[in-house]
């Protein structure tokens, strides 16, 4: 494999830090650009060079592309609470889409080999299971809608500019270095540290929604790979595990690994697709099939290193912008003054 210069956005966050590991460990020269939002400076490998930074911050973006001359861009920074994106629209827009195109521009301007973009199934919405890439995307919610604009940029960037990418679309990624801190997305990160703080597990609903969970060893590797496979360039991917688990069986497969029997308290359910879970025949078929570890062994792993960094305390998403239809459980956190609606 040919040794690169990369960039990786948003790595020092959960999947971000892993690949830039990877990288580091296969000879690449990477810098990491996060702001540290959702991330660790910690998460970072002390061979990989880090720039605390936004890439909504348009004239560091231009910067950073200017001095580093990559070659190749691992482009993860997003923020990834698909429940949570309904309520804070021109946040998730800005993070999620504009700050892509950011991105993307650099891209263009300085002569990138080829971006490799992380999209998400969130893109599919509801009643298409198994997901497959060639299924037309009707996504249900706005972090959906914001992944899927970026991939249809990169698609005419493409052919305006003849900047390659790959887009994989990832789910339900779960393993060391997760936010267990975020208590709006991650779920397996959620409920572990509920457990330390000796709380009950919350589910939304009847716990009968359907996920495959996917362990971050086995989604790292390809999309290392993606710049160096020519059979990759330019098309998408569904990349995770392939067995589905309802949310209840999970809960149980989590208090087991933590040692404790489950308690679980049911919420009101929230408006999110039922059952969501791609085909990978696909990824298999340009990267082959990868070592899949197994949801019960990877939730041991995480829950021996969840409770080496023990319970974290969960903060309040400050920039919500509507609390209409908002979970009671989320909502009873902010007053109608604090998003701008007369009390």
């Known amino acids: 494999m040919n040794r690169s210069k990369a960039l990786v956005t948003g790595g020092a966050g959960f999947m971000g830090s892993h690949l830039a590991q990877q990288l580091v ?35 560091l973006v231009k910067t950073v592309f200017s001095e580093g001359k990559y070659d190749h861009v691992y482009h993860l920074a997003a923020y990834a609470a698909e429940g949570l994106s309904h309520f804070i629209k021109k946040f998730n ?11 993307i521009n650099a891209s263009i301007n300085h002569g990138v080999k080829c971006l490799v973009f992380t999209s998400s199934i969130a893109v599919y919405g509801k009643n298409q299971v198994p997901m497959t890439e060639e299924m037309v995307p009707i996504p249900e919610d706005p972090y959906g809608i914001a992944k899927l604009a970026v991939e249809q940029e990169l698609r005419v960037s493409h052919e305006m500019f003849g900047l390659d990418y790959v887009i994989f679309r990832p789910h339900n990624v779960y393993g060391e270095r997760q936010n267990i801190a975020d208590r709006y997305r991650n779920v397996i990160g959620i409920f572990m540290n509920q457990i330390m703080q000796g709380q009950p597990m919350s589910i939304f609903g009847d716990g009968e929604q359907t996920r495959a969970f996917s362990y ?9 790979d993606a710049p160096f496979n020519p059979a990759a360039r330019n098309h998408i991917f569904n990349v995770g595990a392939d067995t589905p688990y ?32 791609p085909s990978h025949k696909r990824l298999y078929e340009v990267f082959g099939c990868p070592a899949a570890v197994a949801l019960e062994e990877g939730v ?10 023990g319970a974290k305390q969960s903060k309040r998403f400050d920039r919500v912008e ?14 109608p003054e604090q998003v701008g609606i007369p009390s």
């Open 216 to 224: 971050i060893a086995d989604v790292v590797p390809a999309i290392a």
């Open 246 to 277: 309802t949310v209840n069986e999970l809960a149980k497969m989590v208090a087991k690994a933590m040692g404790v029997s489950a308690n679980v308290t049911y919420l009101d359910a929230r408006n999110e697709v039922k059952h969501a879970f």
């Open 322 to 335: 509507v609390l209409k239809n908002m979970p009671k459980s989320w909502q009873g956190e902010f007053l």
């Open 93 to 103: 827009y800005e993070n999620n889409l504009i700050g892509s195109v950011n991105v």
């Open 25 to 59: 460990e296969r000879g690449h020269q990477v810098t990491v650009l996060d702001d540290l939002s959702g991330g660790l400076s910690e998460n970072v490998d002390s061979r990989a060079r880090l720039i605390v930074g936004s890439i909504n911050d348009e004239h």
């Open 300 to 309: 041991e792993r995480m829950a021996e290193w969840a409770r080496s960094v």
